[in-house]
């Protein structure tokens, strides 16, 4: 009888503790978070909702040509890489890849984007519409892109056309 009594409790304490750790903490963001995309603002910056709120997130590890940015010029393949952006993500679901940091210096979540197996940040460098930019510490992905933009040099993909043909031209 003590035994069994022993034995109620020990489950009681395991099952108490195995529901602490399913809960979740309002402080830490998991590792990847799936969201709908409610527009796109340019090629490597969108808008989702996000924990009950509308926030910007800017793709890590790339850049595309400036669009939107305040006093500055639309920018040569910069319409082009947001209308490729615009065409794969509006209203879709996605996943959020978190890395060390989570928010940069305007507010905007930070992330990788995932659309199923697909790493979208690899493809807008693969296709030419964005170059390799990586800001420590958030470079899980670095090699995957620096790969990714020799290729697409290589291959005079997108922004690289002109710029391998002018490159091609001063030799």
């Avoid at 529901?19 to 090629?43: A, F, H, M, W, Y």
């Avoid at 697409?152 to 043909?165: C, L, M």
Wanted: charged share 30%; glycine share 6%; with cysteine.
């Amino acid at each position: 009888m003590k035994k069994n009594r022993y034995l109620l409790w020990f489950i009681i304490i395991v099952v108490f503790i195995s529901l602490i750790g399913c809960t979740k903490q309002s402080n830490t963001i998991p590792n990847r978070t799936s969201v709908k995309v409610e527009r796109v603002v340019d090629g490597d910056t969108i808008e989702v909702k996000y924990e009950g709120k509308s926030e910007k997130v800017r793709f890590i590890g790339m850049d595309t040509p400036e669009t939107k940015k305040p006093n500055t010029p639309v920018m040569f393949y910069g319409k082009e890489a947001s209308a490729y952006t615009k065409n794969r993500l509006e209203k879709q679901t996605i996943e959020l890849e978190w890395d060390v940091e989570h928010r940069d210096k305007y507010g905007r979540l930070l992330a990788y984007i995932w659309i199923g197996k697909e790493l979208f940040n690899t493809t807008l460098i693969q296709a030419g519409y964005a170059r390799l930019s990586t800001f420590p510490p958030n470079v899980k992905y670095e090699k995957i892109f620096t790969e990714a933009q020799k290729q697409a040099r290589k291959q005079g993909n997108g922004i690289w056309k002109d710029y391998n043909a002018a490159f091609e031209a001063k030799k």
